[in-house]
């Protein structure tokens, strides 16, 4: 069994890497990353089958690919902590001459970044090739992909989306963080997309609810869920119901914290409500 | 001069056709995509004797590039397949952020380029191309000349690791490269030697440099010939090497000026050795509807071209 205290803890820590990337170089975009913490650490300290190290290759292991690449302050950390480089380097983000680009990047061959993403849109295609190398492989592990809900108005998902239930590649789980923002506001507001749910199905996906996507015991158990899932010929989707900002109460429910790093005053508020527990770097 | 003999007629289509046929054999980690148009790429045998390595990914080629970068993640060589225009300009963004920037090992493999895919007209006829490829940093480009050529780049491609741009084409052209020839990808072909005017070419526009040359040497003019399949890289030395001796060239190409073989040529020039030059290629235009060789003549990319081109840098030296 997880012990969910430890893995909350990890989460409390990630928070406090998020902001504090983020501040030193006051830019890059912590309303998402926030949001997608719980689900960062569940993936990687609980749910992927991980090798030691790192080989792009990744054979006999689980891949996971990010497709909101803005939301690198979480996967830097969550990578870092994950042992695939030295926390220490987070004080490099985004600066000249480092590893940690603003978006990720396998140009500067950052150890655990498999595709460069930041346009948005491109990441499912890459998963589902990479996907059906594993099947021409008899590669039996999973690739798991992260996804925006304002990134499925790029017409290139539905590409994929179709794509993936037309040639039943089930050993993929895409899950969509359904926060309900974007830049210019709400996705209602910008452009409403309707039913999420309806449409992946429409597509011919199986589809899942984590509707407390910010509930550790809530992830792991949607993740489960969704794993019994594959193998049986669809494609599985998760739509993850997050709250952009979790866990910094002035960031919470506004897509103000979208792309704008904390000042001094907030980023202190905001590590006051998130203990140190795995040392800071 | 040295004599080419043309073999037969036949569209360098076949020879990336060819080419995947031989690498289904012997290269197992090949894998072909196609965006529903396996028939015009010339597919059809490595679809029904490697159906498992084919996928057919329908009317969706930013998906199909997408796909591609990500089937290289465990080891697989992807060529993703389908028409220049289709294979560029309509996935730019996929082809730079999936393939180039992350450094995927991707042959982008694209028919129907130029003008001389024909009667389709200018939605298709992408002029474009090349300049689009050779800007993205790491991209390699190839623009073979022949049947041969297409088939040697083809499977001469599948051992280089990174990413590749081959651009063939549709019409059925003089096939007079060594049959099974190596290709070494940046490497330029000297092809015929000459002293009074280099004719650098690429593509379909070669056997109208080689006929030209011959015209040429009817009048007394010795003109170099030398066939740069590879745009970028490019090869620099044999460029310089041959206007050390012959002071000007004509570059010929089926492109735009603006961004294709012909510009790289004068970036080379301007820099090591500025000598007079002359551009065979589209003159920042979009194509029409048309037979190939009206177009070819309309727009100015033939062996009549070449020559006219050669007497107006001669009169200039």
Redesign the interface.
């Known amino acids: 069994m997880p012990n969910i205290k430890e893995l909350e803890d990890f989460v409390s820590q990630v928070r406090r890497d998020i902001v504090r990337q983020v501040h030193q170089v006051s830019s890059g975009h912590p309303g998402g990353s926030l949001g997608c913490t719980e689900f960062f650490v569940a993936l990687y300290q609980e749910v992927m089958k991980r090798k030691e190290g790192f080989d ?4 006999g292991e689980d ?1 996971f ?1 990010l497709s909101n690449g803005h939301i690198s302050p979480v996967f830097y950390s969550v990578l870092a902590r994950s042992g695939y480089f030295p926390v220490d380097e987070l004080n490099t983000f985004r600066k000249i001459d480092s590893r940690l680009q603003g978006h990720p ?3 500067e061959g950052l150890p655990g970044i ?6 948005l849109g ?13 099947k ?2 008899g ?1 039996d592990n999973l690739v798991y992909s992260l996804h925006g809900d304002g990134e499925l108005q790029e ?2 998902n539905w ?2 989306i ?2 993936a239930a ?1 040639n039943k590649v089930d050993n993929i789980i895409a899950t969509v963080d359904l926060n309900g923002q974007q830049i210019d506001g709400s996705t209602d507001d910008v452009l409403n997309m309707g039913s999420v749910r309806a449409k992946f199905e429409a597509f011919g996906w199986d589809v899942l609810d984590i509707e407390k996507g910010n509930d550790m015991a809530a992830i792991l158990e949607g993740l489960k869920e969704a794993k019994s899932r594959t193998g049986k010929g669809k494609p599985v989707c998760i739509l993850l119901h997050t709250i952009m900002g979790n866990g910094v109460d002035f960031m919470m429910y506004t897509h103000a914290w979208h792309g704008k790093a904390p000042n001094d005053e907030q980023l202190e508020k905001a590590l006051a409500q998130n203990p140190e527990t795995l040392g800071d770097y | 001069m040295k004599k080419f003999t043309n073999s037969g007629n036949i569209d360098t289509r076949s020879g990336f056709g060819a080419g995947m046929d031989e690498l289904g054999k012997t290269h197992e980690d090949v ?1 072909a995509l196609c965006a529903d148009l396996t028939g015009s790429l010339k597919l059809n045998d490595f679809e029904k004797n490697h159906p ?2 084919f ?1 057919q ?2 009317i ?1 080629e ?15 060589i ?1 060529y993703a397949t389908t028409f220049a225009n289709f294979a560029t300009g309509r996935v730019y ?2 082809i ?3 393939v180039a ?4 090992n991707v042959k982008i493999c694209a028919s129907h380029a130029g003008l001389t895919l024909g009667e389709d007209g200018a939605t298709h006829q992408i002029l474009e191309d090349i300049g689009l490829m050779k800007m993205l940093p790491g991209m390699t480009v190839i623009n073979p000349c022949d049947f041969n050529q297409t088939k040697a780049a083809t499977i001469a491609i599948a051992d280089y690791d990174g990413p590749v741009y081959l651009r063939f084409g549709r019409p059925s052209v003089p096939n007079f490269t060594e049959k099974d020839g190596k290709f070494e990808i940046g490497k330029a072909l000297h092809l015929v030697d000459g002293s009074d005017v280099t004719i650098i070419a690429t593509g379909h526009l070669v056997w109208h440099a080689l006929e030209a040359a011959e015209q040429l040497e009817e009048k007394g003019i010795s003109a170099e010939v030398i066939n740069i399949h590879t745009i970028k890289p490019l090869d620099e030395e044999a460029i310089l090497n041959s206007v050390k001796k012959t002071r000007c060239v004509v570059t010929c190409e089926e492109h735009n000026y603006l961004g294709g073989l012909g510009e790289s040529v004068a970036g080379v020039l301007a820099k090591n050795d500025p000598v007079y030059q002359e551009f065979i290629a589209t003159n920042d235009t979009f194509g029409e509807s048309g037979t190939p060789a009206e177009l070819m003549e309309k727009y100015g990319l033939n062996t009549k071209s070449i020559v006219e081109a050669v007497n107006r840098v001669l009169a200039k030296k």
């Open positions: 792009m290759d990744g054979k891949l690919f990047t396998t140009h498999r595709v460069a993403s930041g346009s491109q990441g499912l295609s890459v998963a589902l090739g990479a996907a059906q190398t594993k021409l492989n590669d017409g290139q590409e994929a179709m794509y037309a | 894998v498992e390595r996928f990914t329908g969706a930013a998906n199909m590039i997408g796909m591609a970068a990500g089937m290289t993640i465990g080891g697989k992807p963004d996929q730079r952020q999936s920037y992350s450094g995927k």
